[in-house]
């Protein structure tokens, strides 16, 4: 059985989860799993796919980076794919499709993935000096901070017994910020609210 996966890291990125779709369904897949979430979250369609398939299956990817997030991430799912019979397809490798069904494609998979991943590493350092000279500059000014009476208000709803998505709805503040407030004042016990 052919068995697809589909994933963008945002809902966002439609028309980019639409061609995935329709690529793994002209390469045949009887089965598909999709999801829009980041490759560091948690991957629950990715989990059910792998749980699934079985013997002489072939989980197929549109693309190497829509599956792994690491080498060792790659190998170890290479590996456990293989425990259960199962073959991996990458249908757009560098313009050509790359499977693991030989010790070739195998080779190749794990060096285009250790690629891929210096490649990333690069990119991040890049994008870290590109702040670090933009801070340095005065152009790059981060986060805004939350105003004290904004602080004080989510603690006083928050001992009002307001859960904090409510809280980020009434102060008009992402939820996020909300549970970071809150965090850091677990962490400052000695931190008084007015």
Known sequence: ???GYARTSTAEQVAGFEAQI???EAAGCEQLFQEQVSSVAQRAELDSA?????DGDTLIVTKLDRLARSTQHLLKMIEEL???GVALRILDFGGAAM???SPTG???LTMFGAMAEYERALMLERQREGIAKAKADGRYKGRVPVSDTKVKEVHMLKAKGFKASDIAKELSLGRSTVYRIIKQTEIYSDYKVA
């Open 1 to 3: 059985m052919l068995v």
């Open 82 to 84: 293989d425990q259960k």
């Open 99 to 101: 499977d693991t069904k």
């Open 50 to 54: 792998l749980k699934f398939v079985r």
């Open 22 to 24: 329709r690529e793994l």
């Open 106 to 108: 195998k080779l190749m």
